[in-house]
């Protein structure tokens, strides 16, 4: 089955950290371009940070630039999103996807509040 599943969503105080993951199945992560998605209720669905393909471009958002590390471990056919520094407005449902097979996950809630 071909599908996105994160995790490592939470509640955290403000200038904490979390990673995210998101294990891929029923196809090679390391064969597409994988990016990071949020989306705070009532707004539009915002991109954080892609790992092109091919090319292997790391890039983020000039919002999340220097706090957020996109990374991927292509054994584990896993996607991360290493995020330091957390803010207030970093509240949101983080999904991951594959641009290419128009694939998303089902999200992560990411609470950031003292």
């Known amino acids: 089955q071909v599908q996105l599943v994160e995790s490592g969503g939470g509640l955290v105080q403000p200038g904490g950290s979390l990673r995210l993951s998101c294990k891929a199945s029923g196809f090679d992560l390391s064969k597409q371009e994988m990016g990071w998605y949020r989306q705070i209720p009532g707004q539009e669905r915002e991109w954080v940070a892609s790992i092109t393909y091919p090319g292997a471009l790391y890039i983020h958002a000039d919002a999340v630039k220097g706090r957020f590390t996109i990374s991927k471990d292509n054994a584990e056919n896993t996607l991360f999103l290493q995020m330091n520094n957390l803010r207030l407005e970093d509240t949101a449902v983080y999904y991951c996807?594959?641009?290419?097979?128009?694939?998303w996950g089902k999200g992560t809630l990411v609470t950031v509040s003292s």
């Open positions: 996807r594959t641009p290419g097979l128009d694939l």
